[in-house]
C-alpha cells in the first residue's frame, strides 16, 4: 500500500525561529498532497493543498505567509513555519493519495515553540 | 473548511461487545467518506470507505453505513477488542474537486478489558 513518510516526528523550536517539515511518497508519485493540522483532542483541520510545480492552495483562515509550502517534486512537499510563536504549536500532519481512492497519512510532527 | 473542531467526544464498551461509532458529516455534495482510527500521537489509519451509491459496505469485523438523507455515517465494530481503543474520525470529500477531505469531530473509543 502507499507509504507516507513525515520528518522530524518532534521539534522543538524557540519563538520567532522556523522549522521546515519534510512529507515524502515513497511508493507512489503524488502530485498533490495535503496538510493537516490537529490540536490536542481535537479534529485534524485541513490547511493547503500542495500541488507540484505550482502554488499551494489554502483554505480559508490559514495564513500563506506563516505556512509555506513547497511541493518541488512529485514525491515530496514541505512545510516551513515561519517566525513560530507558542500558538503555532501543535500536531502537523501530510497526506497523498490518488484522487477518489483514500488519504495515506504520515505519522505526524508534533511541534513545540518554545 | 467544513467541520469545526471540538473536543472529542468518548465511548467506553466491554471487550467483546459491538461498537456503534456515528458521525455527522456537512456537505450534501460529498460522494465519497472514510473512516480513519487514530492512535496516539500516530497519523490515521485507513479502515473502511464507501461511495454515495452504497448505503453499507462491509469489512473484517467492520460495517459502515451511510444515510445521505440525513447526512449520517456509523461505523459498527463487531467483537470490539482492546487493540480498537483509539479515535475514529469519519472523513467527507467531493471526489469530482479534488482529494481534499474534511473530517468529523470525532469519537474517542476505549474498550474495557
Known amino acids: 500500500g502507499a507509504v507516507v513518510s513525515q520528518h522530524p516526528s518532534r521539534v522543538i523550536c524557540k519563538s520567532g525561529t522556523s522549522v521546515k517539515i519534510e512529507c515524502r511518497s515513497l511508493?507512489?508519485?503524488?502530485?498533490?498532497m495535503f496538510w493537516y493540522r490537529q490540536f490536542p483532542k481535537q479534529s485534524l483541520m485541513l490547511m493547503a493543498t500542495?500541488?507540484?510545480?505550482?502554488?499551494?492552495?489554502?483554505e480559508q483562515g490559514v495564513e500563506k505567509d506563516k505556512f509555506l509550502i513547497n511541493h518541488a517534486s512529485l514525491t515530496l512537499s514541505t512545510l516551513t513555519v515561519t517566525s513560530a510563536h507558542p500558538e503555532d504549536s501543535s500536531f502537523y500532519i501530510c497526506?497523498?493519495?490518488?484522487?477518489?481512492?483514500?488519504?495515506?497519512f504520515g505519522n505526524g510532527t508534533r511541534l513545540t515553540v518554545t | 473548511g467544513e467541520s469545526v473542531g471540538l473536543h472529542l467526544p468518548t465511548l467506553s464498551v466491554q471487550e467483546g461487545d459491538n461498537s456503534i461509532i456515528n458521525c455527522a458529516y456537512s456537505?450534501?455534495?460529498?460522494?465519497?467518506f472514510i473512516w480513519y482510527k487514530q492512535e496516539s500521537g500516530k497519523g490515521p489509519q485507513f479502515i473502511i470507505d464507501?461511495?454515495?451509491?452504497?448505503d453499507k459496505r462491509q469489512g473484517q469485523r467492520v460495517t459502515v453505513l451511510l444515510n445521505k438523507t440525513v447526512k449520517h455515517l456509523s461505523l459498527q465494530i463487531a467483537a470490539t477488542q482492546p487493540g480498537d481503543s483509539a479515535v475514529y474520525f469519519c472523513?467527507?470529500?467531493?471526489?469530482?474537486?479534488?482529494?481534499?477531505?474534511?473530517f468529523g469531530t470525532g469519537t474517542s473509543l476505549t474498550v474495557i478489558p
Open positions: 497526506s497523498a493519495g490518488y484522487r477518489g481512492s483514500p488519504l495515506h
Open positions: 511508493d507512489f508519485q503524488a502530485t498533490t
Open positions: 500542495s500541488n507540484e510545480g505550482s502554488k499551494a492552495t489554502y
Open positions: 456537505n450534501s455534495a460529498s460522494d465519497y
Open positions: 464507501i461511495r454515495s451509491n452504497m
Open positions: 472523513a467527507e470529500t467531493q471526489s469530482n474537486t479534488g482529494n481534499q477531505f474534511y
